[in-house]
């Protein structure tokens, strides 16, 4: 996986004064590159801190010090209580969102809003999944007949699942509100060095340590994703591969996301209702 494709990156980047945006994962690895990538652009943001505000954007890291406001809003995804408190701190605070990158929630009418005066196609929702999409879920990516998993599966199975749940929402999100102008993508960043290898015993991560690149290339995968002049409504739902390209989805991945009536499975639609059920009582 080379990374010369890369041709979206912060030399070709625009000057994104005036926008706002939420990251993801801000405090570490490839939030973290995307978000400097982002700061240095001139852009207000919100880095949504998974861990302890304390922990991102420490000045020795290189962070520009110019008059730019960012805002930290604490999210617990351990903790579902967190998101409606996390979101309504942000909707306190701003009266647009740009670009979130990795999930949407609470803030679609925000969303809906600023797509309404904002130049068309530039309003997006950006589905971070992974490879594992590709090689660790079933047929079908999703098996709505087992998401409490009273047949256990590996953990790589699980995880595979929850990546192509991240595809299946991409591509859901995208038919409900392509009409109000918001572009929804998914995307692998690529086979990155992140914190996902802190549990793995030493030996495996010095063999993968050969395979792996650095998070800047995947913040180069995001940035495409949320801000490429390429990414038009024509994309909406689009799955986009390493380091800013479009790809091509398996085939039953893409059945997944038609309707019956379609010709498809049905399944994205599904796990769209189911996933909301979910997270019901926490909103």
Known sequence: MSTAGAKFTEKTLLDQAGKVFIVTGSSSGVGKELAQILYSHNANKAGKAIESIKAAFPNSNGIPQVERPIVFLHLDLDDLTTIKKSAEEFLSKEQRLDVFWNNAGLLTPILVKTAKTAPLGTVRVVWVSSST??????????DMDNLD????????????????????????????????????????????????????????????????????????TELFAGLSANGSME????????????????????AATKEVAEGGMGIAGNFWDWSEEQVKPYL
């Open 133 to 142: 999409a590709d090689s660790f879920s079933p047929n079908g990516r999703v």
């Open 149 to 220: 998993y009273k047949e256990d599966k590996s953990a790589w199975h699980k995880y595979g699942v929850s990546k192509a749940g991240n595809v299946l929402h991409s591509s859901e999100y995208a038919k409900r509100y392509g009409n109000d102008g918001i572009v929804s993508v998914s995307l692998n960043p690529g086979n990155l060095k992140t914190e996902l290898q802190r549990s793995f015993p030493r030996f495996q991560r010095i063999i993968i340590s050969f395979l792996l690149y650095s998070p800047i290339h995947g913040a180069y």
């Open 235 to 254: 994309k909406t739902g689009a799955w986009i591969i390493p380091w800013g390209r479009f790809g091509h989805l398996r085939k039953d991945i893409i």
